[in-house]
């Protein structure tokens, strides 16, 4: 979206008006994303899992998984909302190829305590969620990467 915002000259606030306010499934973008990789010619070999999170400053803890974790784009700890996100490479092809392919919002322990049920539920957050560390969440991305068949060799991650 990133890329096709700056050939289109949209403004980044703009892109992410569209991308909040669009009545697509986020999970459906991503299946869609999954099955163009996976028909395309010449990815069966080197392709990269890129596993990362990626934090975004919030005014207050009005937004789901709001809290205060560590911000690397700021370099300190705010009040952010984190996501794990799981990216695909393959240098193989002409041009290379990477594209977000997946991701989860973490929601930090303390969004699951008895006195938070309400607040969840008003920001429609599924009944049965239950407390994943980002670990766990990265996990979960490379298994259903996996469990798509999607093409990959090799995971990369950082210190996560």
């Known amino acids: 979206m990133a890329g096709i915002s700056r050939e289109a ?8 008006h569209f991308m909040t306010c669009s009545p697509w499934s986020g999970a459906a973008v ?9 028909g ?10 890129i596993v990362d999170e990626s934090a975004d400053e919030k005014a207050g803890d009005g937004s789901a998984g709001a ?16 996501a794990v996100r799981l990216g695909y490479v393959n240098l193989t ?6 594209s977000w392919i997946d991701g ?5 322990e303390t969004w699951f305590e008895a006195d938070q049920a309400a607040r969840r ?9 239950t407390f994943a560390t980002k670990v766990e969440l990265a996990w ?21």
């Open 9 to 16: 000259d949209v403004s980044e606030q703009n892109r992410q």
């Open 30 to 38: 991503c299946r869609a994303v999954q099955e163009e990789l996976k």
């Open 40 to 49: 395309t010619v010449g990815l069966a070999h080197g392709g990269v899992l």
């Open 67 to 82: 809290g205060r974790p560590y911000n690397g784009r700021l370099g300190k700890v705010e009040m952010s909302q984190v």
């Open 93 to 98: 092809v002409p041009q290379g190829l990477w």
């Open 104 to 108: 989860e919002l973490f929601l930090p």
């Open 121 to 129: 539920q008003r920001l429609g957050l599924p009944k049965d969620l």
């Open 140 to 160: 979960k991305l490379i298994q259903r990467a996996r469990d798509q068949e999607i093409p990959f060799e090799m995971v990369a991650m950082d210190c996560l």
